[in-house]
């Protein structure tokens, strides 16, 4: 067994582990962040993405010794005070919810990326969701609220 130690959602947690888990078996099955998804297993889909040291990663193929001393955020940190993220407002506003399945994935790519640069076109806001499966829509309604949560974030 190894201990690790590393923040969630800005508590910090230690927790032991086997060494073979991944970062989407202990936000789900040790932490109960269930918003975070299982999909594919193979980091294909990207339904289980969070931020680890402000960098999206697919937590499904992240080895959770990886996160000793990080800081991790999933879709459960970004509202505060039961108000939502303005991304994750963004996307219902737009229509881009649909099963949701995919959606904590597709919001937390799109927080790194908001990060980085407010200020990313249209073109860097498909590459960013090129990672990103989703079954039910044409991705447009995505796209579009991808839009509004720039124009959103900058209105804060």
Partial sequence: MEKINFKVNGVLKTIEIEGYESLLEILREKFNLTG???GCDDGSCGACTVIVNGE???SCIFSAKKVNNAEVITIEGLAKNGELHPIQKAMIDSGAVQCGYCTPGI???LYSLFNKNLDVDEEQIIEALSKHLCRCTGYESIIDG???AQRYLKEK
């Fill in 36 to 38: 975070t998804k299982k």
């Fill in 107 to 109: 919001i937390m790519e």
């Fill in 146 to 148: 991808a839009k509004l």
């Fill in 56 to 58: 999206a990663v697919k």
